[in-house]
């Protein structure tokens, strides 16, 4: 199993990007798929998951209406839309798949990690 995440950059305050990660090696439709991210000197923490189910996407009160999470199961695809960036949102991004029904935002219930994609918003 392979997760490939790619669109991280350097963006100004204000700004968007858009995060990409594809997963290879199973079907993940079931799964759910999630982002973290790493700011420097900090410890992982939970961005947005996108349940492989009927339930809704959550996402971190940091995010919220600023993120939007999606995925496209028939790609093995998940996305992350990142419009008004602030600077505290500089961190290594990492998107991650989680196995069995139970949701969580603890990066120790996921069981497949990506590389991570750096994001960069300067003030």
């Known amino acids: 199993v392979q997760l490939q995440a790619s669109g991280g950059g350097l963006v100004q305050a204000g700004g968007s990007l858009r995060l990409s990660c594809v997963a290879s090696?199973?079907?993940?439709?079931?799964?759910?798929m999630a982002w973290f991210r790493q700011a420097p000197g900090k410890e992982r923490e939970f961005v947005a998951y996108?349940?492989?189910?009927?339930?809704?996407?959550f996402y971190a009160d940091s995010v919220k209406g600023r993120f939007t999470i999606s995925r496209d199961s028939a790609r093995n695809t998940v996305y992350l839309q990142m419009n008004s960036l602030k600077p505290e949102d500089t961190a290594v991004y990492y998107c991650a798949v989680k196995g069995g029904r139970y949701l969580s935002t603890r990066t120790t219930e996921y069981d497949y990690w990506g590389q991570g994609t750096l994001v960069t918003v300067s003030s």
């Open positions: 090696g199973r079907t993940f439709s079931t799964y759910t």
């Open positions: 996108a349940p492989g189910s009927a339930y809704s996407a």
